[in-house]
């Protein structure tokens, strides 16, 4: 495991060709990201997973690469608000109904998610992280 300087995340490694980054179009912290990875010439791919899904199989990979569900569930955001108390807290092996949640949900998956070329995963953005994410 590399910590990826992310706030609650961890990294591990996930085979991927290329760097990936997943999230919302229209979510300003995916904005910033996509616009640091320009900036400093990162070859990545960008994923909507509102628009592409993301595969049960592999929301658990990253929860699991993150070091749980809780830290790839945005606590903090409207949607998590105003969801049903149990339906808040599967429980830790929960798998299917963590799945299922953002499945349900996508906008409850921290932004963006970010999957480097070597596999590791981490999530959100600030410049400081990605400048230790990216080194030059």
């Known amino acids: 495991t590399v910590p990826g300087g992310f706030p609650g995340g961890r990294t591990r490694r996930i085979r991927m060709a290329t760097t990936t980054l997943y999230g919302l179009p229209t979510c ?3 904005r910033k990201a996509r616009r640091w990875l320009e900036r400093f010439h990162v070859e990545h791919e960008f994923v909507d997973y509102r628009a592409n899904p993301v595969p049960a199989a592999t929301l658990k990979q990253w929860a699991a690469a993150l070091g749980g569900w809780e830290q790839l569930v945005n606590k903090s955001s409207t949607t998590w608000r105003q969801l049903l108390p149990q339906r808040k807290d599967p429980g ?33 953005f ?9 080194p030059r």
């Open 28 to 30: 300003d912290t995916c």
């Open 92 to 124: 830790p092996g929960s798998d299917p109904e963590w799945t299922l949640l953002l499945k349900e949900y996508p906008a409850l998956i921290r932004r963006p998610v970010v999957v480097l070329t070597d596999g590791a995963v981490s999530v959100g």
């Open 126 to 134: 600030t410049d400081n992280a990605f400048k230790r994410l990216f």
